[in-house]
């Protein structure tokens, strides 16, 4: 049994010598030290060995054994060694080369819009509030003298969660809220951007889906004057300083007088063109003196209190300033469309 070890560390050696891949190897360890190894099968003889021939023939199996294993977790080492070099070898990086240019994204147009807007009225002396989209009738109907089964509630087609809650169909509840946060006693100068939905079919100019800026100055001595400079200024400052405004009489619950505000044509210049509609004018919000009954119920003095809101929609301003002919474009994610306007 003696000479069976030495010839089994022999052959085992010169095989893991000779091995040049890792699952050689692999096949060897089983081969020579697995259950149904050579130098198992021959261990399982020892029990027809002598008492006396026993312990000598066992150190000399735990021997080999241990001479066996030793080979195998150095040839081990040394083709893993040689692994990776190929590896690097194969997955050398040129670092000379030009790097892959990097495609840098920018902010969606009508987030760039809203910004802008922000911008002019910070600049005005404005703070930027926000609310809730998902609303109450109270806020989104009530407190902006729309009470239940009022006509003009049926010019915003609303989505209704329950009977008393509602997706937002303007941001004005954000003026009402924050009216009476203030409890009647302090000035308002506040802008509300946000998405509001309604119940519209989704067309060139409509969308279930849209975002609205609103704006409201309360305090004392408020006037009509007020409103048109602040309305010019923005008119300006968005569209540029050569475009002409106009105040036509129109009707809302919350305001009383109520005006549309519309823009110069920027293709006829007011000679009138198919854009719009050969008035030579584009309506672009809507405005007014704030009523009287909406001061009240947000807990102001309208004998003390006046003020004005204005609300106008940011897809609406995109779509004539830059000329885009479908509102649509703005949400369905096409990049050839969106990176037009990254510098813009």
């Known amino acids: 049994m003696k ?16 091995s040049q891949s890792v699952k050689g190897l692999q096949e060897l360890n089983v081969a020579y030290l697995g259950r149904k190894g050579s130098l198992t099968t021959v261990l399982r003889g020892m029990g027809q060995l002598s008492k006396e021939d026993r312990p000598v023939v066992g150190q000399l199996a735990n021997e080999v054994r241990g001479a066996i294993e030793e ?32 495609k840098v994204g920018g902010p969606h147009i009508l987030t760039s819009i809203i910004e802008e807007i922000e911008d002019i009225f910070i600049g005005l002396g404005y703070e930027i509030k926000e609310g809730p989209e998902v609303e109450t009738d109270y806020y989104n109907f009530e407190a902006l003298n729309l009470p239940k089964g009022h006509p003009a509630r049926d010019m915003q087609d609303t989505f209704y969660i329950t009977n008393e809650l509602l997706m937002r169909t303007h941001t004005s509840p954000v003026q009402a809220r924050t009216m009476r946060a203030l409890e009647g006693n302090r000035p308002v100068r506040m802008i509300c951007p946000g998405k509001v939905y309604r119940r519209d ?5 409509h969308s279930h889906q849209f975002t609205q800026i609103e704006g409201l100055y309360v305090d004392k001595n408020v006037r009509m004057s007020d409103l048109k400079g602040t309305l010019n200024t923005f008119a300006k400052k968005i569209f540029g300083e050569d475009r002409e ?30 854009v719009c509609k050969k008035s030579g004018w584009i309506e ?10 909406v001061l009240a119920m947000a807990g102001y003095d309208p004998e003390v209190y006046t003020g004005f809101a204005f609300g106008m929609g940011p897809d609406r301003i995109a779509m004539l300033k830059y000329g885009v002919d479908d509102i649509r474009h703005f949400y369905k994610n096409d990049v050839r469309f969106l990176k037009q306007f990254h510098n813009a």
């Open 3 to 18: 000479e069976q070890l030495e010839a089994i560390k022999k052959e085992a050696l010169e095989a893991i010598d000779q």
């Open 71 to 102: 080979a195998l977790d150095e040839k081990q080492e040394i083709l893993d060694h040689v692994e990776l070099e190929k590896q690097l070898e194969n997955e050398t990086i040129d670092v000379t080369l030009p790097g892959r240019p990097v």
């Open 201 to 205: 079919n989704d067309d060139a100019t």
């Open 245 to 274: 405004i106009r105040l036509r009489p129109s009707f809302f619950p919350f305001t009383e007088p109520s005006v549309e505000m519309d823009i110069l044509c920027k293709v006829c210049s007011g000679k009138g063109c198919s």
């Open 284 to 293: 672009i919000l809507g405005a007014g003196m704030v009523h009287p009954k």
